[in-house]
């Protein structure tokens, strides 16, 4: 009878292996997948965490890779970010391979950082449109939900030229929305300008920026950004990794490209930053990185940051940022340690 256990049915306790006071399997969608925000004008809406892949096919493995992938989602994530840059685009076939295995294209938020690629480099018309196409190959997709141009490579691109090339793309049903990354601020203005005349939008911008590095967001490009209602995706949300706290000796970090970032923050004021946020994660049982990311998201203008993750255990620590209410004493505190 419907809604009653029969006499051969197994209750969950008398599994083999299961211990009666052990807790109770979750079933259904993760508390995570509700969390949801506008990204911009795009008219798509994502989790307030962005998974970037600038690790997948470099020093994460494509089985490492869609673990961190899968254990993303599981969490209620719901936006991927890579670019053709990263590993010379075996992040983009990862995540391929990720997208085609599980069947869940329809539900990702996909965004795609083209102009820095060794093949296709720069936003001219004609490697803009191949970036774009080799890119498309490697995804196994047939639209890129967020195309980000990234001018800091290409000075020399007209940024006409490029915004009618993009339009070309929008129109083909090749991309869905537009994003800008190296745009300087007047850039951003001439682009709305144009925008009146039929090109497409910029709608998100993709900025380095975290609790140690404000100087190339703070100013005249944030306000711009704010006036304009674009939504703001900042990388480096760790600086490198160190905004984790896991590395606070120069000596433990090498002489890589890596080490050096790394050790390029370990200062005074590195140092000061790192204390304010064990004391304020110690305070509500999170770990550091996770405030590092709430305070991202205690800025208005931030919608998702975008965090790398090397393994599993980092998604785990990262989400958790999403939920953390930093309080005027704790924004506070960090502001006076990072001056």
């Known amino acids: 009878m419907a809604g009653f256990e029969t006499a051969n049915q197994t209750s969950p306790t008398a599994v083999p292996g299961i211990h009666p006071s052990g807790p109770l399997p979750v079933h259904g969608a993760p508390v995570g997948r509700a969390v949801r925000v506008p990204l911009g004008e795009t008219g798509a809406s994502v989790f307030p965490l962005i998974l970037g892949g600038a ?49 869940n294209r329809d539900d990702i938020v ?21 970036a774009v196409e080799a890119s ?16 800091s490579a290409d000075r020399s691109a007209i940024l006409e030229d490029t915004l009618a090339t993009a339009e070309w793309l929008v129109e083909s049903g090749k ?35 975290n609790v140690l590095r404000r100087e190339e967001f703070d100013g005249d490009l944030r306000l711009v950004a704010g006036a304009q209602g674009i939504a703001v995706t900042p990388s480096q949300a760790l600086e490198h990794g160190y905004l984790s706290g896991l590395h606070r000796a120069r000596d433990r970090v090498g002489g890589s490209v890596r080490g050096r970032q790394l050790a390029a923050s370990m200062n ?24 590092a990311i709430a305070w991202l998201l205690a800025q208005r203008i931030v919608v998702a940051p975008i965090v790398n993750a090397y393994a599993i255990a ?9 939920g953390v209410h930093l309080s005027r004493a704790h924004l506070a505190e960090i502001a006076r340690a990072t001056d």
Do not use: C
Not at 110 to 130: C, K, T
Not at 175 to 193: D, K, M, N, S, T
């Open 55 to 103: 690790e997948f096919g470099w020093h994460v493995d494509l089985a490492a890779a869609h673990a961190i992938l899968d254990r993303y989602t599981d969490r209620g994530g719901n936006a991927i970010h890579t670019s053709d840059s990263y590993a010379a685009g075996r992040s983009e076939h990862v995540i391929g391979k990720w997208m085609a295995a599980r069947r």
């Open 110 to 130: 996909l965004s795609v950082r083209v102009g820095r690629g060794a093949d296709n480099p720069g936003l001219g018309s004609i490697n803009l449109v191949r």
């Open 136 to 151: 498309l190959t490697r995804l196994g997709t047939d639209r890129i939900d967020v195309l980000s141009l990234d001018a």
């Open 175 to 209: 991309v869905r929305a537009i994003g800008a990354a190296g745009y300087r601020a007047a850039q951003l203005v001439e682009a709305r300008i144009l925008s009146a005349a039929g090109y497409p939008r910029f709608t998100v911008l993709d900025v380095p920026y």
């Open 268 to 291: 005074r004021r590195g140092a000061r930053t790192l204390r304010a946020l064990d004391r304020i994660a110690a305070e509500l049982a999170v770990p550091p990185a996770a405030v």
């Open 314 to 322: 980092h998604v785990d620590e990262l989400v958790q940022g999403v």
